[in-house]
Antibody
Framework: EVQLVESGGGLVQPGGSLRLSCAAS????????MNWVRQAPGEGLEWVAY????????YYADSVKGRFTISRDNAENSLYLQMSSLRGDDTAVYYC?????????????WGQGTLVTVSS | QSVLTQPPSVSGAPGQRVTISCTGS?????????VHWYQQLPGTAPKLLIY???NRPSGVPDRFSGSKSGTSASLAITGLQAEDEADYYC??????????FGGGTKLTVL
């Protein structure tokens, strides 16, 4: 069974940093691209970042470019999102999602999300 | 304001048919990028509903169908059921290497 479990969320002050993790199981993690997608409270979905299976292709939403870094450890079956210079509008539930088909592919499995709250 | 435009809400009675539109532009849907659709039930993670414009993953009822034409795409739901009440999102891609989600549509079953 495919499972994606996010962790690392919490309360952080504006300007602070946080590292999210996504533990993958039930599939060959190293064969799949991955995405981070976030959802602010009461709002819609927003794509955050993409990483290909071997980390050769990485893309970011303009809203996080230069502040967030996506990475993965295929040996540990884990996906990461390093977030810095956090702002209030980064407050959201952050989902990791498995990507089928590479860039322009679809997200066929999603984690349950981890809440990040940026507030003083 | 999302680059992909969806109606904020749609509604229908049980058994009826509803459609949800997703309108983009020549730099995204119109640039021949595929469209995917997701369903999000209250308090849960999104679930893949339609991929590659019109394909249903296994387990998704054939009451759900997708189509794409030009710079727009549509999700149709026939034989509306109470359990279909959820938020629906389209997704596509842009020539500037961005993935895009529509603003979401809340479906109410009357």
């Amino acid at each position: 069974e495919v499972q994606l479990v996010e962790s690392g969320g919490g309360l952080v002050q504006p300007g602070g940093s946080l590292r999210l993790s996504c533990a993958a199981s039930g599939f060959i993690f190293s064969s799949y691209s991955m995405n981070w997608v976030r959802q602010a409270p009461g709002e819609g979905l927003e794509w955050v970042a993409y990483i290909s299976s071997g980390s050769s292709s990485i893309y970011y939403a303009d809203s996080v470019k230069g502040r967030f870094t996506i990475s993965r450890d295929n040996a540990e079956n884990s996906l990461y999102l390093q977030m810095s210079s956090l702002r209030g509008d980064d407050t959201a539930v952050y989902y990791c999602a498995r990507d089928r088909g590479g860039w322009t592919g679809y997200n066929d499995y999603w984690g349950q999300g981890t809440l990040v709250t940026v507030s003083s | 304001q999302s680059v992909l435009t969806q109606p904020p809400s749609v509604s229908g009675a049980p058994g009826q048919r509803v459609t949800i539109s997703c309108t983009g532009s020549s730099s995204n849907i119109g640039a021949d990028y595929v469209v995917h659709w997701y369903q999000q039930l209250p308090g849960t993670a999104p679930k893949l509903l339609i991929y590659g414009n019109s394909n249903r993953p296994s387990g998704v009822p054939d009451r759900f169908s997708g189509s794409k034409s030009g710079t727009s795409a549509s999700l149709a739901i026939t034989g509306l059921q109470a359990e279909d009440e959820a938020d629906y999102y389209c997704q596509s891609f842009d020539t500037n290497l961005s993935a895009l989600f529509g603003g979401g549509t809340k479906l109410t079953v009357l």
